[in-house]
């Protein structure tokens, strides 16, 4: 009787431990599970987080470059929906904006970018660069020439932001040329993730 008893209690023990095992097995899974929760809520915030981070940079970074190209220019030539053309400086002291003097602004609607236009005579002799630096009349139509000098070589484009959807200039002047202030609006995305970036700036010759 007392073998057999002793038999019963290390089965019952045997019984237990393997219902705690189980347990034990299932308690870690749900532990394993609140943890890979956990974890992949923190990496989503993270990411988000990053996103956000890139955006405001990108934005901090179009707003400078704007900035700086208003403050830095003479004087605002045209301006259209999705452009806008500087009179930078006038180097040759001629009172006439010449090749080397002028930068356009432009967002293309179709590859959504932001893109800088410069004169680059790199590679030229001095009386090349005099030949090629053409000079107009402040009564020209520098739409329509910065449009034609950006298709050659020595009018490059360098891209100051990709995702553009649209920049917005307002100017303090009917008349372009008269303008003084320029005040910007860039936006980006679309929905929830459409974002804007504003700054306004006064050109060189008020500063």
């Known amino acids: 009787m007392t073998m057999k008893h002793h038999s019963h209690q290390s ?10 095992l189980l347990l034990g ?15 992949s809520a923190v990496s989503y915030g993270t990411g988000d987080r990053n996103d956000m981070r890139s955006q405001l940079v990108r934005q901090a970074s179009v707003t400078n470059r704007l900035t700086a190209a208003v403050r830095s220019s003479l004087k605002i030539l045209a301006r259209g929906d999705d452009y806008i053309v500087f009179w930078m400086h006038d180097d040759r002291a001629d009172e006439k904006p010449n090749i080397s003097e002028l930068r356009l602004i432009e967002v293309n609607a179709s590859s959504k970018t932001l893109t800088s236009y410069e004169a680059d005579f790199s590679g030229m002799t001095e009386d090349q660069k ?15 020439i910065t449009t034609t000098l950006k298709s050659s070589p020595t009018f490059p484009g360098t ?14 002047a009917s008349d372009v040329q008269e303008a003084t202030l320029v005040a910007f609006t860039i936006s980006w995305g679309s929905g929830s993730t459409a974002h804007t970036a504003v700054g306004t700036a006064a050109l060189r010759s008020q500063v």
């Open 25 to 39: 097995i299932a308690g870690t899974g749900i532990v394993a599970s609140a943890i890979a929760a956990m974890l």
């Open 159 to 172: 891209l100051w932001a990709k995702g553009v959807n649209q920049v917005d200039f307002e100017l303090n």
């Open 130 to 144: 005099t030949a090629a630096d053409t000079a107009y009349e402040l009564s020209d139509n520098f739409a329509s």
């Open 11 to 20: 089965s019952a023990r045997r019984g237990m431990t393997v219902v705690e």
